[in-house]
């Protein structure tokens, strides 16, 4: 699980999302994203591993994690190519808060 960049070429919308799935080891992308918008799906034109902003470690111990993601947003499984039209939500199965 990674942390992506995304724009829709048509909308000019741009989105991060934290349920990026790729190959393990990879950057390869396994699931796109929908547009919120358009509906169109992406890949993201740019992908990162979630680190904790404090320590920028994987894992960590840090007492006091800063994230440019709220771990309490609820995941839009709407939108998720992972996800969307299952009974199970990406964040029910699997989430980045239990990597960091």
């Given at each position: 699980q990674k942390y992506g960049y995304y724009h829709c070429k048509d909308c000019n919308?741009?989105?991060?999302?934290a349920y990026v799935w790729c190959v393990q080891g990879t950057n390869k992308v396994y699931f796109r994203q929908f547009?919120?918008?358009c509906q169109k799906s992406y890949n993201p034109y740019h992908v990162e591993d979630i680190t904790c902003q404090s320590c920028k470690q994987t894992r960590?111990?840090?007492?006091?994690k800063m994230r440019?993601?709220?771990?309490k947003r609820p995941h839009r499984q709407d939108l998720c190519?992972?996800?969307k039209?299952?009974?199970?939500?990406?964040d029910s199965t699997?989430?980045?808060k239990y990597i960091i």
């Open positions: 919308i741009r989105w991060e999302s547009c919120r918008t960590c111990t840090c007492p006091v440019h993601v709220d771990p190519g992972r996800c039209g299952k009974r199970l939500s990406c699997f989430s980045f």
